[in-house]
């Protein structure tokens, strides 16, 4: 089932709400949602004060310049796999100097997947430091739309638990 725009609002509200009391900031690597992440923490008022910014690293090319993913992660696993999103955090973390990140990788769809990889295959990671990184895989359903809201939802509510462990 798609997340609706309310629950996005909602998602980011919590999450926004657990960075301010902690004290923290984060930091989105993402490709598949395209900046959404960021895009949902970003608009209230004021949310400068736990957002440090966003990366869209859609292509492999921009994954490698910005993020430090390395040429072995892509032609071992391919863009869409744990340790491109656990570089993809530490490039993000490295870069911007957050506390802590979110990076999604996956096949939004309507075309890209393979038996492997299906569409709606998304994988996400979220960490604080290198040894304090968690990803994990998601099979979402739906089109695209569909597909991209899901992961914007499960990106969302993974950092706010990843946070309620610190």
């Not at 997340?3 to 301010?20: F, I, P, T, V």
């Not at 869209?56 to 999103?85: M, R």
């Not at 990184?133 to 739309?145: K, M, P």
């Amino acid at each position: 089932m798609p997340a609706s725009d309310h629950e996005l609002e909602q998602a980011g509200d919590q999450l926004a709400a657990q960075l301010l009391q902690q004290g923290s900031t984060v930091v989105t690597a993402e490709s598949c949602t395209g900046g959404w992440v960021a895009k949902v923490l970003t608009d209230k008022a004021g949310s400068s004060a736990y957002v440090v910014g966003g990366l869209v690293t859609y292509s492999n090319e921009a994954k490698q310049k910005l993020l430090a993913v390395t040429d072995a992660s892509l032609a071992n696993h391919g863009a869409v796999s744990e340790p491109v999103v656990r570089e993809m955090v530490a490039g993000a973390l490295a870069t911007t100097g957050a506390n802590v990140a979110v990076a999604i990788s996956g096949v939004a769809g309507p075309g890209g997947g393979s038996k492997e990889k299906p569409v709606g295959t998304v994988w996400f990671a979220w960490g604080d430091r290198i040894d304090r990184t968690e990803a994990v895989v998601q099979y979402f359903s739906g089109d695209r739309d569909q597909v991209r809201r899901q992961a914007v939802l499960f990106a969302l509510q993974g950092v706010s638990r990843f946070l309620q462990q610190t």
